[in-house]
């Protein structure tokens, strides 16, 4: 067994090493095959949400339990105040506390932060930044543990690696084939940007499906045509949904903003008014290499995948969503294990 993370913080998936993902999903695996359990007793994770979570803050909290730890759960608004994150500011407006401060007393009190931003969501050029997150990390003593940002998902991503490892085996080769899908709340592009790096870093071909003006921010694109290039993976973007699927053996749906109106909600609605026949239905499954569905939920049924797909055998939602749990046991144990 490894013998513990040595990182400052999981703000993204590359903060990880190969081997370190590797000694996660093992542990995870064997986690989750009920022949390894790591012990955490006596430490404690501090969970502060900006913004609302379901899976990702039960599946941290029961984890850290399981383990015998403990976790500490905060909302913004209704259990501490506005925090101010610029430095050398003067402190006049609604804030009451810097981060530096908030983050160095509860560094004294925890082995970890776990944390979820709210981006702004007026301009992409200032959220991608994630300066929020990145303003805790600089200010904590211990851990950061991204539970998402603007840019990107790293548990998300772990858990859907397993995932793939589970149905898959060897990703090297294997085709993903990720498609947008129609919503009218579209996410932040954070999990599509974490498994498009994440799949192309095990050597996978990856294939992207959107609607002119989706397109994921460039930056990312720009990193992750260097680590295919490294690696082996393929990379394809701005396909349409039956080229992307035909011979995948994944189907990763997900809806995400147009980050070319990101900001302006009465453009986005307009954009997103042509867009409703991106429907993942079992005719486009087909298309595939006996593909299986995968979605970082929530999901909308019959809007973005249809009920037959949804509760047919070749999804892998529930598997996935569970796996949440197991990976995040596997992450947890190896880094506060030091």
């Known amino acids: 067994m490894a013998d513990g993370i040595e990182i400052p913080h999981f703000i993204r998936l590359s903060d990880l090493s190969d081997r370190q993902i590797e000694d996660v999903l093992e542990l995870s695996a064997r986690i989750k095959r009920g022949v390894s359990r790591a012990e955490l007793a006596g430490r404690t994770v501090g969970m502060l949400f900006f913004r609302g979570s379901l899976r990702t803050r039960i599946s941290l909290e029961v984890a850290m339990h399981q383990l015998g730890g403990d976790t500490v759960n905060l909302t913004a608004a209704s259990d501490f105040w506005e925090l101010e994150a610029r430095e050398g500011t003067v402190m006049d407006g609604a804030a009451p506390e810097h981060i530096k401060d908030a983050a160095t007393v509860l560094s004294s009190y925890l082995s970890a932060l776990a944390i979820r931003p709210a981006p702004a969501g007026a301009s992409w050029e200032v959220d991608r930044r994630d300066e929020g997150i990145h303003a805790w990390a600089a200010c904590s003593q211990v851990p950061v543990i991204n539970m998402e940002s603007a840019l990107w998902h790293p548990l998300q991503a772990l858990a859907d690696l397993l995932t793939l490892r589970e149905t898959l085996g060897d990703l090297r080769g294997k085709r993903l084939a990720i498609t947008w899908t129609h919503s009218p709340e579209p996410a932040s592009p954070a999990v599509i940007h974490s498994i498009v790096l ?100 929530p999901v909308r049924r019959n809007l973005e995948v249809t009920d037959e797909v949804l509760d047919g055998p070749r999804s892998l939602l529930y598997r996935q969503a569970e796996n949440r749990l197991h990976t995040q046991k596997g992450l947890l144990s190896l880094l506060l294990r030091r």
């Open 198 to 297: 994440a799949a192309l870093r095990n050597g996978m071909r990856v294939a992207v499906a959107h609607p002119a003006g989706f397109e994921l921010d460039g930056g990312v694109l720009d990193e992750a045509r260097r680590v295919s290039s490294s690696t082996g993976g393929e990379l394809e973007i701005g396909l349409g949904m039956e080229t992307a699927v035909s011979g995948a053996h994944i189907v990763y749906a997900r809806s995400w903003k147009s980050l070319e109106v990101y900001g302006n909600p009465t453009l986005a609605a307009s954009r997103m008014a042509r867009t409703g026949d991106w429907l993942v239905d079992e005719k486009l499954m087909a298309l595939g290499e006996e593909a299986r569905l995968m979605h970082p939920m």
